[in-house]
């Protein structure tokens, strides 16, 4: 047996042999002094030399706060018990001064167990016939909360609290090893990190926040007092109540006691009495569905980043692991959310499409060379309440089903399980990526009849001719000879048909997957699997879902001139030591590139999608016109990109792009795929992303894009 060991059971022994602790027993408890001074000198002590050395500390569950990319506006917070660890130098001294008044003013004169606080209780119970003053000093507080916070099970939990002998004895002993390990104020700091203050709010930063929006540093003399009453019985002292008497009566008593003291003169006790509570009440969000009202559609953009963060190993080894880390782990989490670029595009996004219609109508802009998530704005907002919802807009249903408009947590954008929707033409750049790789160049020609006969076979219906799939053109002006340049600007399906007969479906399909797309859908799955994918003819006119998310990454990617970055929330990450956190000793917040596309295939392809927005290509003609050339000329800069809608109008998109920013908007119904959204949406998500860029890069230089070489032109 360890000397500490005889010296820790040893103080306890000799308090045991005082008559100490059968007085602590009863200064606690209701029950007879019996109880344990039956158990004699040597049962008490052998008792003691059962019980645990040490006391085992586990670090307490912290809230991890999320900011949007400035590090300062807050997006909200997570965690199960609110609390963030604070330092004694970020506290204000008069909290200190308030706590040891309030709890234990002989706290620098014991070690662990007060003798005469103890002898003190023993005197006035008696008196009392009963339990009228308890004898827990701070430090066995101390030792109590850290045995509740480090319970592993609900048994644990309740011997750490329940009104025992055994759990007396316990906490003397370990307050003792405490005061041997820990200095005072090490003792003080952690008790002041873990006592519940009400309200959700676990120690003195959280209980600042709650009580007061403020730091514990600025906390005035009435504000500690406050606060430190709060301790003995949160509920019964609660000054958020309508009646504040009880309150004010504690921390009367608290500032009557630091004067005691001497912690505060008589006259700043006397002016501080005099003072009324004023509170500063605020609610600390949790989670997604907290977000402020003001900014409820930040909420869409936290849930893809709490789908994210259950992705990520380096938190965890389930996803379930892994949110339970983000809610005790105290981060300090920089996102990507850029507010100013977030406010355009929800501002451009409501102009078209109120919050009361069934459509969606959303957008998301990337920064290219990153994958960061710069806004994700959509005509809904982000909540579970769905009382006063639209009736849903498939009218098969019955009257009584309401629809997921204008509230929903559905992830419309990105993120979690939804499969998007069909994106439409857009499809058609993975098909002509595919072609650029196998070094055909932007000068390929095809005569591109209204309707073609193509080699995939399909089942009956109006796109087929006998077995074969004949897909048609939307207009009659796109029959004739048509290159990449043209057939892209002006979206000819009939030519990329032939294009992808010619590279091969199985290899636009590949080139989706390689630039960040991933099948939702059983039928997607099904197709995408190599031995289908070569006869997916219709896969280049977009029929398969993606998100807005997975689209705009596709364009930045080409920004980026070839490199591709996964789609990123966050710009930092710090633990509640202010380290990065890492994972394989790389800073889990960086972006994770790599090179997927050769700069001229992704600069070929560029020159292409000039066509589309009217700008025009550096290297060949794009044929008198391109499909959304309202896009440059609202802009007003360098700028490429594609549109798509489906068969029928049932979706609508747009994907553009600038050196410097990427963004893809659609509108769909995603409660019914069949709702058509019509022919007057049709350009709802070109002007949304023109708009949005333009307003995000003013000022900014007007950056452009570089031409490809001749080996993918000619």
């Not at 912290?62 to 917070?77: C, E, I, R, S």
């Not at 002993?173 to 959700?200: C, M, P, T, W």
């Not at 391109?626 to 490429?640: C, D, I, K, N």
Request: contains cysteine.
């Amino acid at each position: 047996m360890t000397s500490r060991r005889h010296t820790v059971a040893g103080r306890v022994a000799l308090l045991i042999r005082a008559g100490l602790i059968a007085g602590l027993v009863i200064a606690g408890l209701s029950y007879p002094l019996a109880a344990l001074a039956g158990m004699g000198v040597k049962a008490g002590t052998d008792a003691l030399e059962n019980m645990p050395e040490e006391l085992t500390e586990v670090p307490p569950a912290q809230t991890t706060y999320v900011y949007a990319n400035d590090g300062k506006t807050l997006l909200t917070m997570f965690y199960e018990e609110h609390r963030k660890q604070a330092s004694l130098k970020h506290m204000s001294p008069y909290i200190t001064k308030a706590i040891i008044a309030s709890e234990d003013s002989r706290f620098y004169d014991h070690n662990g167990v007060d003798a005469k606080g103890v002898a003190r209780a023993f005197v006035a119970n008696q008196k009392a016939g009963g339990v009228s003053q308890g004898a827990s000093t701070l430090t066995m507080q101390y030792v109590r909360m850290a045995l509740r916070d480090g319970a592993k099970t609900p048994k644990q939990a309740l011997e750490a609290t329940e009104q025992t002998a055994a759990r007396k004895l316990r906490e003397m002993r370990l307050a003792i090893e405490v005061e041997q390990r820990l200095s005072k104020d090490q003792i003080l700091e952690r008790y002041l990190n873990a006592a519940y203050f009400g309200h959700r709010a676990y120690g003195i930063h959280a209980a600042s926040e709650v009580f007061f929006s403020k730091t514990p540093q600025d906390l005035t003399l009435t504000e500690a007092a406050l606060l430190a009453g709060l301790v003995k019985a949160p509920s019964a002292y609660d000054p958020a109540t309508k009646d504040q008497r009880a309150a004010l009566q504690r921390r009367n008593y608290v500032i009557d006691q630091m004067a005691k003291m001497g912690s505060i003169t008589p006259e700043e006790s006397a002016a501080a009495k005099k003072t009324e509570i004023d509170l500063q009440l605020s609610e600390p969000p949790n989670d997604c569905v907290s977000v402020s009202r003001k900014h409820n559609d930040w909420g869409f953009f936290c849930d893809y980043f709490k789908s994210w963060w259950r992705e990520q190993a380096a938190f965890g080894a389930t996803p379930q692991d892994r949110e339970e880390n983000l809610r005790r782990g105290g981060y300090r989490v920089i996102t990507s959310l850029d507010p100013k670029i977030q406010k355009y595009a929800m501002k451009h996004v409501l102009a078209k499409e109120k919050r009361s219609s069934p459509f969606a109508h959303g957008q998301v802009v990337i920064e290219p060379g990153t994958g960061r998530l710069l806004s994700m704005a959509v005509n809904r907002r982000y909540s579970l309440d769905q009382d006063d919802n639209g009736r849903h807009s498939d009218r098969s249903l019955d009257d009584d089903v309401k629809g997921n408009y204008p509230n929903t947590v559905n992830p419309l954008l990105g993120g979690g399980s939804m499969a998007g929707y069909q994106a439409g033409s857009t499809f058609k750049i993975f098909t002509m990526l595919a072609a650029l790789e196998e070094d055909l160049p932007l000068s390929t020609s095809f005569y591109s009849p209204q309707r073609f006969v193509s080699k995939y076979i399909t089942a009956p219906g109006p796109a087929t001719c006998g077995v074969h799939w004949c897909p048609k053109n939307s207009t009659a002006s796109m029959t004739g000879r048509q290159t990449m340049w043209s057939g892209f600007g002006k979206s000819v399906n009939t030519y990329f048909v032939q294009l992808e007969q010619r590279v091969g479906a199985e290899k636009a399909v590949k080139m989706a997957e390689r630039l960040g797309l991933r099948w939702r859908t059983e039928v997607d799955r099904r197709l995408a699997e190599p031995e289908h994918a070569s006869g997916w003819g219709a896969f280049t006119l977009g029929v398969s879902d993606a998100t807005p998310v997975e689209m705009a990454n596709v364009f930045a990617t080409l920004a980026a001139e070839g490199m591709y970055c996964e789609p990123l929330p966050v710009q930092s990450i710090r633990n509640p030591d202010g380290s990065h956190a890492l994972r394989d000793g790389k800073l889990i917040g960086a972006p994770r590139c790599h090179r997927e596309l050769s700069v001229n295939v992704a600069r070929a392809a560029t020159d292409a999608a000039r066509c589309v927005t009217g700008y025009g290509a550096e290297r060949g003609s794009c044929g008198g016109w391109g499909t959304s050339e309202m896009v440059y000329a609202t802009l007003e800069r360098p700028v490429a990109g594609k549109s798509g809608t489906t068969d029928g109008n049932k979706t609508a998109w747009f994907s553009g792009y600038t050196p410097q920013m990427a963004a893809a908007a659609f509108v769909a119904d995603p409660d019914n795929p069949e709702h058509v959204v019509g022919t007057g949406r049709s350009t709802m998500s070109k002007f949304t992303v023109a708009e949005t860029l333009r307003d995000a890069l003013k000022g900014e230089p007007k950056e452009k894009f570089t031409p490809p070489s001749d080996k993918l032109v000619h």
